[in-house]
């Protein structure tokens, strides 16, 4: 069966520092890779997404970056962060292909706290 | 984009059917709708997701009428545990699978 394992599960950062959040996927090959965030409150904002190995597409300019390495393994990225980059961070997978990947299977998500 | 408009919030009581409607009135031909739930501090979950008419699963029922401009997700006899966020979205069919999340409806189940 597939997996996703993201972390770390909490984090807290000061302003300026860097940071890297890993999240791999087991059980699958060439899946769909996406990077959210979500604040305080509802509503998760699509950051980043993956079709395959180097192809990052940006949804919202900001202060992060994603890469993906391998196959499976995702990983958001900054240089310096701001106050305004914390919130929890969710990574997730689905199937490349048809109508399986509106299905997404999400990590266990990143709470990050920049202070 | 098909946007899609439901409540901001539901309440409801232990053992009642609970229906959350959603309209995405510029559905387009070859868009799904989907739906998730999601618990605090954690990711969504895929509850369900239908095309036309009615789908049924183990966890809800999704009824969508001919002209697909809405779409109710039925839960069943709910309980505490269903006290979640449920978000309707319609994935656009050439959009490469971006989701676009909106703020979800939110529903609360009292004992």
């Known amino acids: 069966s597939q997996t996703i394992h993201q972390w770390p599960a909490t984090l807290v950062q000061p302003v300026g520092s860097p940071l890297s959040l890993e999240c791999t996927v087991e059980?699958?090959?060439?899946?769909?890779l996406y990077w959210y965030r979500q604040a305080a409150g509802r509503g998760l904002q699509l950051l980043f997404y993956?079709?395959?190995?180097?192809?990052i597409s940006s949804e919202v300019p900001q202060n992060l970056s994603a890469s993906r390495p391998q196959d499976r393994q995702f990983i958001l990225s900054s240089k310096k962060l701001l106050l305004s980059d914390s919130g929890f961070y969710l990574c997730?997978?689905?199937?490349?292909?048809?109508?399986?990947?509106?299905?997404?299977?999400f990590g266990a998500g990143t709470r990050l706290s920049v202070l | 984009l098909a946007k899609t408009t439901q409540p901001i919030s539901m309440d409801s009581y232990e053992g009642q059917e609970v229906n959350i409607t959603c309209s995405h009135n510029n559905i387009a031909t070859n868009d799904y709708i989907t739906w998730y739930q999601q618990f605090p501090s954690q990711g969504p979950r895929f509850i369900i997701q239908?095309?036309?008419t009615k789908v049924t699963n183990e966890v809800a029922s999704l009824f969508i009428p001919a002209d697909r401009k809405s779409s109710t997700l039925s839960l069943p006899r709910v309980s505490l545990s269903d006290t979640a966020v449920y978000y309707c979205l319609v994935p656009l069919y050439n959009q490469g699978g971006k989701l676009i999340f909106g703020q979800g409806t939110e529903l609360s189940v009292k004992p």
């Open positions: 993956s079709v395959g190995i180097g192809q």
């Open positions: 059980g699958t090959s060439n899946p769909n």
């Open positions: 997730a997978w689905s199937l490349s292909g048809g109508v399986a990947k509106n299905i997404q299977y």
């Open positions: 239908g095309y036309k």
